[in-house]
Nanobody, 127 residues
C-alpha cells in the first residue's frame, strides 16, 4: 500500500497559478502510475491529469489541457500538479491517487480503479 498527502491548495484569483504537491510513503513510489482528480460540491469526481510511473508520459483532461501539467520526482516520492491560468470553474477539492502497475487501464482514467487516495486539498479560484 501507499499513503498519499496533498498540499498546496489555497484561495487565488482567476489567472493565477498554483502548484499542488502529493507526498507518498509506503511501498515504492516508482511502482505506481499516478493521477490527479478533482471534485466540486454536488459533482462526481473528475479526472484531471495522469503520469506514468517513470514520469515519461503525461496526459491531461481536455478541460485543463494546456493549463495543467502533472510531474513527479521519484527520488523525493512526490507528485506535482502545476496549474496555470486558473479559472473559477477549477474550484474543487483536488486529490492525488495511485494505481498499481498490474491494474488494467481505461480512458479516461476512472476513479474507481485507483486504490490509494490522499485526503484532498481545496483549491478556490475567485473571479
Amino acid at each position: 500500500q501507499v499513503q498519499l498527502v496533498e498540499s498546496g491548495g489555497g484561495l487565488v484569483q482567476a489567472g493565477d497559478s498554483l502548484r499542488l504537491s502529493c507526498a507518498a510513503s509506503g511501498r515504492t513510489f516508482s511502482n505506481y502510475d499516478m493521477a490527479w482528480f478533482r471534485q466540486a460540491p454536488g459533482k462526481e469526481r473528475e479526472f484531471v491529469a495522469t503520469i506514468t510511473a517513470s514520469g515519461r508520459s503525461t496526459v491531461s483532461a481536455d478541460s485543463v489541457k494546456g493549463r495543467f501539467t502533472a510531474s513527479r520526482d521519484n527520488a523525493k516520492n512526490t507528485l506535482y500538479l502545476q496549474m496555470n491560468s486558473l479559472k473559477p470553474e477549477d474550484t474543487a477539492v483536488y486529490y492525488c491517487a495511485a494505481i498499481p502497475l498490474y491494474r488494467n487501464r481505461y480512458w479516461p482514467p476512472r476513479a474507481e480503479d485507483y486504490d490509494y487516495w490522499g485526503q484532498g486539498t481545496q483549491v478556490t479560484v475567485s473571479s
